[in-house]
């Protein structure tokens, strides 16, 4: 017994290690070719520029209008999701009967399964024509349709965790509530949601992360066009998608325009990892917190 237990110790060890050598990695390859990169190119240049064509004769190597694009395109997502989501969550919690909600939560999360290209081309064939019918002048590549179908998509992570945060809020606070004369839905936003909002809020910062890191929606709804602005009726390109961009294309290995997915991989890695490790934060203050 004591062998097995061993055996299994070791392998969880193992596990742990190839996770934490493959994140190593990733970090050194996206540190390594940045810094040939912005050898060339100086970081207040890359930071503060307002435009974005390093595929240009007129090389202008500003990634504000990346970051202005993947900005637009998650807060869309963040405001169609998140109403929805702590909706949906508020509803399996406090309404749904128990073997209704069984049934509804494992079919809920069936949206998180469904491959982004799929959510791409319905941004693409159905959200942007439907759009277009009332919205004059709406270009067939948006960031609006991208955005509103990257909601959809983070439906489930918000509800799902939104979800089991509320449930874990103390019965007794819900019974104190009904017991001072609160109705079901004052119950639900003035004691179970306030109650549960260090969950709620990390559910919301890690779907923030997912929105952040989405590829294929953006690069087939929302067009490949570098531009600083935050009107969501024009083609934006975003981060990921001007990664996407010049890894399928002619640029030559080495080059500098070929680092530059590296100084954009090394922008997105920052965002993320900033964001999970608020999430964390905010995780570990609360649990404190009540503990």
Known sequence: MRVQEKIIESLLWLSAAITILITISIVWVLLSESVLFFSEVSLVRFLTEKEWTPLFADKKFGILPLVAGTFLTTVIAIAVALPIGLTIAIYLNEYAHARFKTYIKPLLE???????????????????????????????????????????????????????????????????????????????????????????????????????????????????????TLNPFVPIETITTYIVQVSLGDVPHGSLEYRTIFAAGMTLFVFTFILNNLSFWIKKKYQEKYD
């Open 110 to 228: 069936v949206l998180a399964t469904i491959p982004t290209v799929v959510y791409g081309f319905f941004a693409l064939t159905v959200v942007t024509p439907f759009l277009q019918s009332f919205i004059p002048g709406l270009a067939g590549f948006n960031a609006l349709s991208a955005g509103i179908v990257m909601g959809i998509m983070i439906i489930p992570m918000i509800s799902s965790l939104s979800e089991d945060a509320i449930s874990a809020v103390p019965r007794s606070l819900r019974e104190a509530a009904y017991g001072m004369g609160s109705t079901r839905l004052q119950t639900a936003f003035g004691v179970m949601v306030p109650a549960a909002s260090s969950g709620i809020l990390v559910s919301v910062i890690l779907a923030i992360s997912r929105a952040v890191g989405e590829t294929m929606i953006v690069a087939i709804a929302a067009g490949q066009q570098p531009r600083l």
